[in-house]
């Protein structure tokens, strides 16, 4: 079975300028979250969705957003970027019920 | 609001040596599920072990073992005969059993393993 696939692996942006992530989940796999890594602030969650609705939702600006696809794959975007939005974005997915959740090998965006 | 934390921002171990990495938490819940994972410099989260906080008994995976305890809100992870490959970060992190997939993460000890 093929693993969560994230992409692009790197972006460079630079601030003001809008940016989009991809991640696929593992097949049969509904749920996907998404989360912010930084050397600063660690691993923070930035939300979840299961069967195309948000079901969790992290403490970020609304320039974070996100949407799932009926097939499971989501997309996060963020819009008006700005330097701390410079990070490791990784995308995790889980079968419903079960206790893993498996992760994707992450974007790293840059913003100059 | 849960949190992790993880006070051990570095450890190193002896090849072949046995290494414990530390982990509280603090939760109102009594349902939840305690993780580590790994993160070698590759930067892909790999699962190591989990716990179920209505299980009494610690759970083991090879190498690696946790010592849970509930009441003191603790979670340690020991890893036994300490290879090259186990050399990474670790994170403890926290969820909720009714919060969805919702991790809260400690900040990750990073652990050197020398030859």
């Known amino acids: 079975k093929a693993g969560v696939t994230q992409t692009p692996r790197y972006l460079i942006k630079t601030r003001g300028q809008q940016v989009t992530l991809s991640c696929s989940p593992i097949?049969?796999?509904?749920?996907v979250s998404w989360y912010q890594q930084t050397p600063g602030q660690g691993l923070q969650f930035l939300f979840e969705?299961?069967?195309?609705?948000?079901?969790n939702k992290g403490n970020f600006p609304g320039r974070f957003s996100g949407r799932q696809f009926s097939n499971s794959r989501s997309e996060m975007n963020v819009s008006t970027l700005e330097l701390g939005d410079s990070a490791l974005y990784l995308c995790?997915?889980?079968?419903?019920?079960?206790?893993?959740?498996?992760f994707g090998p992450g974007t790293r965006l840059t913003v100059l | 609001a849960q949190t992790v934390t993880q006070s051990q921002p570095e450890m190193s171990v002896q090849e072949a040596e046995t290494v414990t990495l530390s982990c509280t938490y603090d939760t109102s819940e009594s349902d939840y599920y305690l993780f580590w994972y790994k993160q070698p410099p590759s930067r892909q989260m790999i699962l190591v072990i989990r716990q179920e906080a209505y299980k009494q008994q610690n759970a083991t995976e090879n190498r690696f073992s946790v010592n849970f305890q509930k009441a003191a809100k603790s979670f340690s992870l020991k890893i036994s005969d300490s290879q090259l490959g186990d050399a990474a970060m670790y994170f403890c992190?926290?969820?909720?059993?009714?919060?969805?997939?919702?991790?809260?993460f400690g900040e990750g000890t990073q652990l050197t393993v020398n030859p």
């Open positions: 969705y299961f069967s195309e609705t948000q079901r």
């Open positions: 995790a997915s889980r079968y419903n019920g079960a206790y893993e959740q498996f």
């Open positions: 097949s049969g796999h509904r749920s």
């Open positions: 992190a926290y969820r909720s059993a009714t919060s969805g997939s919702r991790l809260t």
